[in-house]
């Protein structure tokens, strides 16, 4: 299903929970972790109808719960990944990046509202890349709104616009300034700049061979004049396989990419150490 019919789909479901006299913005409780949402947005709405978004990301059979569990979430957006992880590895260090002004300020209060998880959580306002000064603009697409909030939205996926203005990092440079020693886990959902963030974190993947779970968008990395296949040979240089969420099915090309993403959506595949993959 594709972004656009998902988003339609959500404004249906978010129209019938307002007809029915349910408050737009509440506080709510998912899983033992409190969020303040607003069920106009996409996300929101997702914690609030079932309790989790991407629920398999976080799922024991990705990441089964380990001590000293170490992971950045990058494009955190209000937490609804980072706090889950941090809730299910009791010492955990969890670096959680959001670029945009609008949900950096949710993230922190989503944060805040769960005491006993804060100290496993630091929240780093950035715009990830592979190191290099953006050439353009910085854009990021937080927010998608089910009711008539005005402003300039994504001619695909309505996401609204954001212009970003924070500092910008790479993985690597990230790992430096939080002094991390390890790293388990690397999950990147950025609207169409998976490509460069994996390119600015190679010594970190090569080093610590984390799991890695990326968004691949086919209309966004065209725009952006990257193709899977590329992806295919950055991951295979750093001995690691492309793999559905089952991560056992590899996916070796563009053309078995293109079965499991909808033309006008996206996919998460994970990526896998090639050691860890034997083993299973």
Not at 12 to 24: D, H, T, V
Not at 27 to 44: H, P, S, W, Y
Not at 216 to 234: A, I, M, P, Q, W
Request: glycine letters at 6%; charged letters at 25%.
């Amino acid at each position: 299903m594709n972004t656009k019919t998902k988003i339609g789909l959500a404004r249906l479901i978010y129209r019938g929970l307002r007809l029915a006299g349910l408050s737009q913005q509440r506080i709510i409780t998912r899983n033992g972790i409190r969020f303040d949402v607003d069920l106009a947005e996409g996300i929101d709405l997702s914690l609030f109808l079932f309790g989790s978004f991407q629920k398999w990301v976080i799922d024991d059979s990705l990441l089964p719960a380990k001590s000293n569990f170490c992971a950045i979430d990058i494009g955190a957006n209000i937490g609804a990944i980072c706090l889950p992880l941090a809730s299910r590895n009791a010492d955990a260090r969890i670096i959680a990046v959001e670029p945009t002004d609008h949900a950096y300020r949710r993230l922190l209060r989503n944060i805040e509202l769960n005491p006993a998880l804060q100290p496993r959580i630091k929240a780093v306002q950035a715009f990830m890349g592979d190191g290099s000064p953006p050439g353009d603009a910085m854009i990021a697409y937080p927010s998608w709104r089910l009711d008539n909030t005005a402003g300039e939205k994504h001619e695909v996926h309505l996401g609204l616009v954001h212009k970003v203005t924070c500092p910008t990092l790479s993985i690597d440079l990230l790992v430096q300034q939080e002094g991390l020693t390890h790293l388990d886990f690397i999950k990147i959902d950025t609207d169409g700049h998976e490509f460069e963030i994996l390119q600015g974190g190679r010594q970190a993947i090569t080093r610590w061979r984390p799991i890695i779970v990326f968004e691949f968008c086919l209309y966004e990395n065209k725009k952006r004049g990257h193709t899977f296949d590329e992806f295919v040979s950055l991951f295979a240089a750093l001995d690691y396989d492309i793999c559905l969420a089952d991560k056992k099915t590899r996916v070796p090309d563009e053309a078995a990419a293109r079965r499991v993403v909808p033309e006008f959506g996206s996919y998460d595949f994970v990526a896998v150490p090639r050691q860890t993959l034997a083993a299973s």
